[in-house]
């Protein structure tokens, strides 16, 4: 080893270069397979094309990415697919923010030229998230990278929308959207922002037809109930049970509506009716459609009232409320105001206040899909972890509506359908037809409207691999193994892709899943065979993060201050299936702090490689990664055992989404274990001296530790791929066996790779009594210059004698001793003294002993053991504990009170032992 690494760990130093180096080399592409076998892939959730990077992509990222690179060192052949979506709505806001400094409207420009600006401004700032997912090294395949807008995946929405048409599942019908009365459009939930505003609660009294009663009900917008349709009230509050199925009278316009019961309507609410105005409020429009009320729209686009608004026609809808509210008054159907705070939509754009609008759209029947995407899901051939988001999924599905698909923008997917002005149908077409399909016209012109950007994410799993052709990659990458994403998405996105999924690559409507060979068909067509979900991320205070709480952690920012590797080991051992982060910058100043423990092992292990190789005792062409070499002492015997206990650990933590297990398994294995037991004990090896023996014991210690080392890194390397890489490469002086530590082996537990429990059982003796060494000298504040004898008594004999005497160097330099004594006598009475179940130790030091700091120290060490004698005692006592728990847990647990007892003894004559010297 030519080189040394810099003496301090930098981050920003090699993380750009390896993550160039990576890009450049197409180290993670992967040519199509002839068979599907041992194939592992993932579709990354394309971000917006507007995107920017967030903490939620960041845990989503690293989730995926350990994932896969897990999945490619263990020999799979991996693709993990990236991409963007055009994001519609986010966009097209994008760009109309733009054209407005320049003093422009989209209007102004037309759609063609509008959708050309749209295109320059993606071609320049939409490519902004895919490349900081460049800079973290997220292992995509890059050659593969498609965009939602791309023409062999428009070709395929135009096909799917298509082909649901002629199979009756697309339709036109009424929907509520977000209408802007200045800007004259319909706008998406994106584009309404939500303000506290202190408003009005009006109660109204609607009269009963055929009775002097009536029934009053709560609304903030009086002006509307001229579209009245209905009053509903909850079908189990017993104060309005009597009115369902009678008739009110709409005041002011003199129609008869019916009282009808739906769960909508809330007893705690006003005063538990509700009027139902189907054509200007999307609840009441759902309560319209399950029970089928007629649609009045009483504004015009400008939100003037119109001819269904009777004697108000023509008036504002703030002027027609004042107008009503008073002749409500003089006709004394007004019962109350009340004030009220108000969730006021309002025009991003322009500030006016939104009023939803009924408008004709285009909707997805979404029942035979449903069908599907329910038994998928029933049968297992889909997997949901945590399995609660199962019942959470169904529950939706098995209550799902129709799917409204069109928008009214210009930027997406235009719907293709062209309207005929002159017998008023519709043609649905692959392709721009020249004539009407029903009456032969040429005067024809297409929907204004486009698709719903997750109508074409929906589409995802099987067209970006080339359907509706029938490709090799579709036949081998699909379905894809897993989908890792967030909960927020689950109906957007997840149960969409199962619907299209299995109802495209499941025979459309032709699959009969009555039969064994539909139901292989059906358990084929899934869109993925796993779905993980995330948690979310929040600050330290478990608080959600947002824009208005000022609580927004920038994840480039915290990047850039501790390097990817500690965010990215910060995330992953604090995720757990089901459990919320809480991000605190004080868990990856800690990872930063690993990083440089790792960095500095590996310093230490090149410092002694290359005097090893200056000297003649060892060379780096002599070390072979693949070969395990024999272990000669106990710590070899140790840290192996450890490295195929963690190893196992680590797959089985994997293979359930245990992040959080497997990233503390190699932190603890790599700090505690590796750098702060083997390393310093395997120091007296290293720096045995120069004969040829000496030489000898330093090349078998130097390649046992390179060994250990080399296979650390690799188990490391999806979780810090960054800092490992860099290490890795170095071992082997710039010339790796692969290209790529994530194309080397990843290490994996073998059937002979047998743990050895007796190594492990004596070492876990000598970590023991070191650190009892080390807790007596601290508490005799004995400085560190000074070695102290120390005498042992060994409570079960020659064995554990046995293991201390022939590790008497690894005392001697760990715990500062000078001398090891052995003796046959209890040293349970000497000041000075450790008390174990195996062992006595005692720190040989003349001092005058605090005899009250001594009796302080014993009493809290007596009242511990009390405590854990009592608690043993009581579960030894309880018969239905006793019935209920395993033979190993009862066994151990009388061990332990066998064992408390003997310790309990010994402490208190030592008490007693002071007593006679105070």
Known sequence: MSHELPKAYNPGAIESRWAEYWVAEKLFHVNTPESAENVFDLLLPPPNVTGRLHMGHMLNQTEMDIIIRWKRMSGFTTLWLPGTDHAGIATQMMVERQLATEGKKRQELGREKFIERVWEWKGHYGGAILDQMKRLGASVDWDREYFTMDENLSRAVREVFVRLYEQGLIYRGNYIVNWCPRCVTAISDLEVVHEETQGKLYEIKYPIVGSKDSITVATTRPETMLGDTAVAVNPNDERYKHLIGRVAKLPLMDREIPIIADDWANPEFGTGAVKVTPAHDPNDFAIGQRHHLPQINIMDEYARMNENAGPYAGLDRFAARTKIVEDLEAQHLLVRVKDHMLSIGKCDRCKTIVEPRLSTQWFVKIAPLAKRAIEVVDKGYIKFTPDNYKTIYLNWMNNIYDWCISRQLWWGHRIPAWHCADCKQH????????????????????????????????????????????????????????????????????????????????????????????????????????????????????????????????????????????????LASMAAPGTDIAFN???????????????????????????????????????????????????????????????????????????????????????????????????????????????????????????????????????????????????????????????????????????????????????????????????????????????????????????????????????????????????????????????EVRVVYEQKIDVAAERERLTKELKKLETEMTNAQRQLSNEQFMAKAPEKVVEGIKRRSGELAGLLEKIQRALADLDDQG
Request: with cysteine.
């Open 427 to 570: 043609t649905v077409a692959r392709t721009t037809p020249t004539k009407c399909a029903h009456c032969g016209s040429a005067n024809i012109e297409q929907d204004t409207d486009v698709l719903d950007t997750w109508f074409s994410s929906a589409l995802l799993p099987f067209t970006t691999f080339g359907w509706p052709d029938k490709t090799k990659d579709l036949e081998v990458f699909y379905p894809t193994s897993l989908l890792v994403t967030g909960f927020d998405i689950l109906f957007f996105w997840v149960a969409r892709m199962i619907m299209m999924g299995t109802w495209f690559m499941g025979d459309e409507d032709k699959l009969d899943t009555s039969t064994q060979a539909g139901q292989k068909k059906l358990a084929e067509s899934v869109p993925f065979r796993e779905v993980y979900i995330h948690a979310l991320v929040r600050d330290a205070d478990r608080q959600k993060m947002s824009k208005t709480k000022g609580n927004v952690l920038d994840p480039i920012e915290i990047i850039e201050r501790f390097g990817t590797d500690a965010v990215r080991f910060t």
């Open 585 to 839: 910058e004080d868990r990856t100043e800690g990872y930063r702090a690993f990083a440089n423990k790792i960095w500095n092992a590996a310093r230490f292990i090149f410092m002694n490689v290359d005097r090893a190789q200056e000297s003649g005792a060892w060379s780096l062409s002599q070390f072979d990664a693949s070969a395990t070499p024999k272990p000669s002492t106990l710590e070899d015997r140790w840290i192996l055992s450890r490295f195929h206990s963690v190893t196992q650990q680590v797959d089985e933590s994997l293979n359930n989404y245990r992040f959080d297990e497997a990233a503390n398994a190699i932190y603890r294995f790599f700090w505690n274990e590796f750098c702060d037991w083997y390393i310093e004990i395997v120091k007296l090896r290293l720096n045995a001296g120069d004969s040829d023996t000496d030489k000898a014991t330093t090349r078998a210690a130097l390649d046992f530790t390179l060994h250990i080392f080399e296979g650390s890194l690799r188990l490391l390397s999806p979780f810090m791929p960054f800092i490992t890489e860099e290490i890795w490469n170095a071992i082997y002086d710039g010339k790796p066996p692969k290209k790529s530590i994530a194309l080397a082996e990843y290490p994996k537990p073998s059937p002979e790779a047998v743990s050895d429990h007796a190594a492990e059982e004596e070492m876990s003796l000598l970590q023991a009594l070191i650190v009892d060494v080390r807790t007596i000298r601290a508490e005799m504040k004995i400085e560190n210059k000074q070695k102290t004898p120390i005498e042992v008594h060994a409570s079960n004999g020659n064995r554990i004698e046995r293991v201390f005497q022939a590790n008497l160097n690894s005392i001697h330099k760990l715990a500062n001793v000078e001398q090891v004594g052995f003796t046959s006598t209890s040293l349970s009475n000497a000041a000075g003294t450790r008390v174990s179940p195996n062992y």
